[in-house]
């Protein structure tokens, strides 16, 4: 059971919530989902939302994507994790403002820590664009808004590329998909257009990119889009 959302079935999201408890917090939830907007409004700030499952390498394209844009846009991260600040201390070797929120066991981040982190961000200045890295986890953060303007789920080559049929509520709210890892394509069985093709079945608006964070392919492309969300660009 996720305790964290009330709802009683771990593997699916989409069913009706009998849990009024888990009613009420969702309800909360998306009210200070909303604050958050009015929050990175005023801030000037647009923000994006990185979802996946463990290890399809969000840190590590957050890293090259900070490298590449760092010095055109005022950045700020807030990274969650379980248990660890590890890619928070990732970020700031980087001189990247971060501000880390650990869960301590919970599967998901909320819009209420997100606010919190914000505040706190808010204190290092003013920012262009600000990332959330969310806890490693497909199922879990599919039904709660943090507040983002745009949000991205990543799909590593290594993981499989029946992960849209599997966990459709995730890319059902999703804005984008990358598909990271893609220097690994020729030693491992991944279809990329069977990917695409339930993705957009799911979600027909998505927008998809296709990347190593690893040689460099196909992050131009993601770093263009990134710089053409930024107000006033």
Known sequence: MCETCGCGNPNDHEHDNPNPIGQDLLASNNHIAAHNREHLRKMGAFMVHLTSSPGSGKTTLLEKTVELIRDKIRIGVIEGDVATENDAERMRKLKIPSEPIVTDGACHLDAKS???????????????????????????????????????????????????EKYPP???????????????????????????????????????????????????????????LVPGR
């Open 114 to 164: 997100v606010h919190h982190a914000l505040g706190h961000l808010a204190e290092e200045g003013d920012f262009d664009l600000i990332f959330v890295e969310n806890v490693g986890n497909l199922v879990c953060p599919a039904d709660f808004d943090l507040g983002e303007d745009q949000r991205v789920v990543l799909v590593s080559v290594p993981e499989g590329d029946d992960k849209p």
């Open 170 to 228: 995730i890319f059902r709210r999703a804005d984008v998909l990358v598909i990271s890892k893609t220097d690994l394509l020729p030693y491992v069985d991944f279809d990329i257009e069977k990917v695409k093709k339930h993705a957009r079945v799911i979600a027909p608006r998505i927008r998809v990119f296709e990347l190593s964070a690893k040689n460099g392919d196909g992050i131009e492309e993601w770093v263009d889009w990134l710089l053409s």
